[in-house]
Structures are given as C-alpha cells and as structure tokens.
C-alpha cells in the first residue's frame, strides 16, 4: 500500500516567501525574477484565466451544478471567485495560504474591472477551517500539483462538501513517461530554451516551474494510479484526461463499478508521450440526509478544534484567538502561524 505524503513545512515557507516577493514585482515595484511575469504580464495571463473560468462554469452550470455557497481553494487574488460570485450571486471564501496574494485582491480586481472581493481566508489546505458538509461547491485550479499527494487534500474536501456537493478540479498536470528531466525551466524561456523549443525536443528534456523549485515549492505532476487513490473516497465523478497540445482526449465516468482512470488506446501513447491535463467533476453522495444550511455564516471553525467561531474569531474549546488582516481572517493553528507569519 502506499504511503501517503503530506507537504513540508519548508514548501509552505517557499510558497509564502516567493508570494511575497511576487507580489512586489506584480505591482511594478521592483523587479526580482526576470523569467516570471512582470505587471502587465500577469494581467494579461489573469484575464486569459478569467475567460477560461467563464467557459468551465457556463459548463458546470449546464450540469445543473450548485454554486452556493462555494470555497475555492488556492484562490491566490481571488480572481476566479471574484467572477462567480458576479455571474451567478454566490457566496463563500476564497482561500489560499499566501497573504501577500490575498491581500492583492483589490489591486486585481481595479485592473481586471471586477465588481466583487469575495471573502478571503489564509489558511492551510490540510486543515480547511470549516465546519463538516459547509459547501455545495469546492473548486481548484493549479493548487494540487504544489502537495506530494492530492489524496489527503481531496479527503479534507470531501469532508467540508456537503452530500450531493461538487469538487471541480481543473489545470492539473499528468505525468510525462518520456521526459529527462535534465533541468527546470521558468516561465518565461531564456534565449537557448527558446531555441530547443523550436526543435520540438524542449517537452523531452526539462521541466517547468524554476523559480518555484528554487524556493522549495514542489512542482509536481502525478500519474493516473496517484489520481485514482485520490478520487477513491468519491463514489461518482466525471474525469478529462487530455494529451500535452497534441493528440485525443478521453471522458471517464467513475462509478461504484469503474474505479479505474484509463485512457482509451488511441489517447494513451500521447500522454505517456506528452504527459497531459486532467480535469475532474466529483459529487459527494448522499449518505448524510441532515438539514444543511446554505449560508455561510456560522461555518468557520477552528482549523485544530473544528469548533465554530465565536464572532470575534475565538474558539470556544482551546480558546484561540484568530487574527485578521486588512479584512483577511488567518485561520490556521498557532505553530504554522508563528512560523508563516510572526508579525502577525
């Protein structure tokens, strides 16, 4: 059987300092990273996710799919949360573990012309700081491949879903079987990578994500086995498996009788080839018939006790008291919150 990972706490370091150091660059205050995006850059790449996330929801919607109350997770500026609040009326959290890229927020929202600021939450994935079946909707995109393993991250949601709720996965990366992985590019290609792209042999030799390994983020991609465990605790889900840019995809229905992710014949040379991108639909079952609410308040809890909060953020059990910043609730124990950020 294997063993689950879990994230170091080194990466959750990394993560939060090159956040930190991001969001510098990202208002054109300073440039730190020549290879990553500068202001205009990364707001041109927002609002091509923007489009994207338009087109996923218009989807999901069509799938009769309940976006109240939602939680998204990795949310970095609430962007994506942003635009479903504004085109559906929802409501729910936007959380992430960098504060730097939450607190970024308004800053995106007047560039990217968006009404809305959801509500934003620092805290950490494996400790969601919500009460057992809160949320119709949980969503990720790029979030999972920063963990060693998405199943205890996929458990937690299942948790905080409510029955019949949704995960929607999306942006997630399958492993490449032909790849030699001699070195790690950064985003934006220096002169001689532009140079082996060209040739076509880029995608075989090297990996992305630099800057992020350079500060001990992991930068992982995971092999369908790994996305079969992950999926194990929900009995029904709906699975994209597509190539790298080239070749055909394939839908996957999982039920109680289909566990297994297998790409048809025709699509599986090109994602061993290519590795590829998964993207994943998953409804909790019904098994837990009690009267839920669909508001969301009352629903933060202490990230240790999973004790409601008072109205000033204190738990009633262990009696901690949970900061906010700049309308941003920290909400993750005292040890990662004394490493993570001791000037709060």
Known sequence: MTKTQVQKLKSKIGEVNYRSKLASQYQDKEILFENEPNKNEIIQALKERIRSTKKDFALLKKNHVEFSPYLEIGAEFGHRAAVVEERYQTKGFALDISLESLLLAPFFAKHLKLKKIPERICADAYNLPFQDNSFSFVFCYQSLHHFPDPKPLIKEIYRVLKPQGHLFVNEEPISQGLNLNLWRRPTKLRPWEKMLKYTLI?????????????????????????????????????????????????????????????????????????????????????????????????????????????????CPKCNTRYPVFKKIKLLMDKELMEKLYPRL
């Open 202 to 314: 880029l995608p075989f030799i090297s990996r992305i994500g630099k800057t992020e390994t350079d500060h001990g983020i992991l930068e992982e991609t995971f092999d369908l086995k790994t996305w079969e465990r992950s999926l194990e605790i929900f009995e029904n889900a709906t699975v994209w498996i597509n190539p790298f840019k080239y070749g055909p995809g394939t839908k996957i229905t999982k039920n109680s009788k289909t566990t297994r992710l297998k790409p048809s014949l025709i699509s599986l040379p090109f994602i061993f080839a290519l590795g590829g991108g998964i993207k994943i639909l998953a409804q909790k079952d019904n098994s837990h018939p009690d009267k839920i609410s669909n508001k969301v308040t009352g629903i933060l809890s202490c990230p240790t006790c999973i004790k409601t909060l008072s109205p000033n953020f204190i």
